[in-house]
Every structure is written in structure tokens, then in C-alpha cells.
């Protein structure tokens, strides 16, 4: 689990980013929301000891990140920024996935086979000898989360892992999500698109000025009036409802109830 407890974090210019979370999360797929400058950023870089609180508790597994390096930290919960992309520097995807593990100082077979096992969790087999830069967006994205993952992290926080992806390369990442998540990940996704939160989350937690003002199921989320948190409902939802058919995750429920009501 991980457990925060009263969280405040203020930023060296004065800036109250969090002004006392309570969060708690076990092996779901979480998403983390909220306005620009909500604070999602500062609670996801206390999860790794990025950042320190300035008061309150961060917890992972029991290991207190005040007394705990961000190296120690990162290989329980691991976190791809945002454009990873920026960040690859290797000649081709295998040595990309290796370098973590190799500096964890591991032998080469057990180098191997976590590459192996990563790339195989995120779909990118046979991609071992390619150039990072020649893969597409959504290549790219699990490609970095495939780096995150061969350090064998409990949890995984992906910031924004869908931005900037056409519908395809988006579905790629939400299938690898999705996998991970079976395969006992808890997963905490920082996001604006609630149309991702719709679709995978198990569970919202909503910030806004600092503060946690949700934390529960999706229909519940969905349900709060999202314009108060410069947020917007997913056009699927706005359907639904138009059409008396209430909450709904993906077309292919709505199109049931259309069915059902045609027939
Ligand atoms: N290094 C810093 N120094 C001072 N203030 C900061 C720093 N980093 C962030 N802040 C401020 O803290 C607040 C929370 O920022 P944070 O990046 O956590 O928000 P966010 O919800 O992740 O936003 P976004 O959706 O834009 O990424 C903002 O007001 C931001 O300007």
C-alpha cells in the first residue's frame, strides 16, 4: 500500500501545492485529476521521494520516504514523465530497457530476462534491435513504460501517457495499462482526459487548489459538477444522458441500450 497522511508541501517561493492529503492506494488503477496547477504533479513526485513532505507522512509499503533514497524508492513505484521520449539515448530498444537493471549492477541473464519480460508486458517484442526514435508515439510511450518496469516496480505512476497520441497508438497504451494492471500493478494515472479516466480508471481522486475534493468510484466523479474544477464531462456521457441511457463506459454499452430500446 501506499499511504499519505496530512500532506503539505510548500514550495521554497512560499506556493501551498498541497495543504493536507489523506491518499491512499493498494493495486488499482487510480486516476489523479484536476485543473493545471492542482498539485497532481507534487503528490506523484512524493510517491518516489522526488519530493519531500514538508509536513505529513508519505509511506510505500511501510518504508517512510523521508528515510529513503529516490533510488530505493524508484524500484517500488516507478514513474514515466510525461514526453518520455526526450529521455531515450540508447542505440536500440533492448539496450534502452536494460540500462536500469545494469545499473542495479544485475548479471547479464537476469539483465535479459527482465528486458524481455518488459518489452513482452508492453507489447513491443521484436522490437529489441530498433531505434528508439523510429517508433511511433504510442511505441514510444511503451517503450518508457517498459524502462520504468524492468526495475520490477509495485506501482507505477504514468503522467499524461495518452497526451499528444492519435486513437490507435492511444488504444495501444490502454491495452498495455490494462495488462499491467491484471498482472497485480497498482497504477496511478495523472490525466486531463477524462475520456481515459471514463474508460480505465477504477477509482478518481479529484484535486483542486491543493486539496483532495474526490476520492471514489468513476460514476460518482462523473456525477459532481466538473465545471467548478475546470473539467469536462467525455462527450460519451453527455450522449448517454441526453438519451436517458445515465452512466456508461464505452459506446458499445450505449449502443446496447439503443438496441434495446429499438427493439
Ligand atoms: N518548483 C516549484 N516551485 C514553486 N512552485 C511550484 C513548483 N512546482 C510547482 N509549483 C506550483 O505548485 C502548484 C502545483 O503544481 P503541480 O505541478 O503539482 O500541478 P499539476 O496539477 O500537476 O499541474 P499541471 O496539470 O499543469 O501539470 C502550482 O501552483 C505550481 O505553480
Known amino acids: 500500500m501506499i499511504r499519505v497522511k496530512n500532506l503539505w508541501h510548500v514550495y521554497e517561493n512560499g506556493r501551498e501545492a498541497l495543504r493536507g492529503i489523506d491518499f491512499e492506494m493498494g493495486d488499482e488503477i487510480v486516476a489523479l485529476v484536476g485543473q493545471n ?7 506523484a513526485k ?27 524508492l524508484s524500484r517500488r513505484v516507478g514513474y514515466v514523465f510525461q514526453n518520455p521520449e526526450h529521455m531515450f539515448f540508447e542505440e536500440n530498444v533492448f539496450r534502452e530497457v536494460a540500462f536500469g537493471p545494469k545499473n542495479l549492477g544485475l548479471d547479464d541473464d537476469e539483465i535479459e530476462e527482465r528486458v524481455r519480460w518488459a518489452l513482452r508486458a ?10 528508439p526514435y523510429s ?3 504510442g511505441e514510444k510511450q511503451r517503450l518508457a513504460i517498459a524502462c520504468v518496469l524492468a526495475m520490477r516496480p509495485k506501482y507505477l505512476v504514468l503522467d499524461e501517457p495518452t497526451t499528444g497520441l492519435d486513437g490507435r497508438s492511444s488504444a495501444s497504451v490502454v491495452d498495455a495499462i490494462r495488462k ?8 496511478l494515472l495523472i490525466t486531463h482526459d ?3 479516466v471514463l474508460e480505465l480508471a477504477e477509482r478518481v481522486v479529484l484535486l483542486h487548489n491543493g486539496k483532495k475534493v ?6 460518482g466523479f462523473f456525477s459532481l459538477e466538473l465545471h ?15 438519451v436517458g441511457a445515465g452512466f456508461v463506459r464505452t459506446p458499445a454499452e450505449l449502443v446496447e441500450f439503443l438496441a434495446g430500446g429499438a427493439g
Do not use: C, Q, W
Open 135 to 137: 517508433l511511433s508515439g
Open 228 to 242: 467548478d474544477y475546470g473539467l469536462e464531462k467525455p462527450e460519451l456521457l453527455r450522449i448517454s444522458e441526453r
Open 122 to 131: 508492453v507489447n513491443l517484442e521484436g522490437y529489441e534491435e530498433r531505434t
Open 214 to 219: 474526490f476520492d471514489g468510484p468513476v460514476e
Open 46 to 72: 512524493h510517491l518516489n521521494g522526488l519530493l519531500k513532505p514538508t509536513r505529513g507522512v508519505v509511506k510505500v509499503d511501510g518504508m517512510n520516504t523521508r528515510e529513503h533514497t529516490v533510488a530505493e
Open 194 to 196: 477524462m475520456e481515459l
Open 180 to 187: 499491467l494492471h491484471s498482472d497485480g500493478h497498482g497504477i
Open 37 to 43: 496547477g492542482s498539485g497532481k504533479t507534487t503528490l
